[in-house]
């Protein structure tokens, strides 16, 4: 499968799982996450049963709206029966999801490699 561009994201397949990377470190601005929601959902909801990394090592801000695109995201992933884990997710960001306890709502995994293995549903 050949890799996926969107203006907002980047997708590559991975033997099975797709690895989401976002376009700019700060997803700060509303039209920019407004169009990388409608994007985002419209790819996954176009697989059967998804399995997504997010891979966040350049992300750097995440407003509260984005972070809405993420539950959403999220959710999407879910009906469809697929995974999704977040991987190298800044510092600052984590503790974001902790204090918002969307720590409890996403797998987080501090690589590349071990989001892969999570989705994969190998430990």
Known sequence: MENT???YFSVVP???IDVVRFSR???VDSVYIERLGIDLLRYVSALNHP???LDMENVRQLS???LGVLVALNNTVNM???RLCIASLDPKLREVFKLTKLSKVFAICDDLPSAKRHVAGRR
Do not use: C, K, Q
Request: aromatic share 0%; net charge negative; no cysteine.
């Open 14 to 16: 991975d033997l099975g």
């Open 25 to 27: 470190p700060d997803v």
């Open 5 to 7: 561009t969107s203006p």
């Open 51 to 53: 399995n997504i990394v």
């Open 64 to 66: 509260s709206a984005a």
């Open 80 to 82: 469809r029966e697929g």
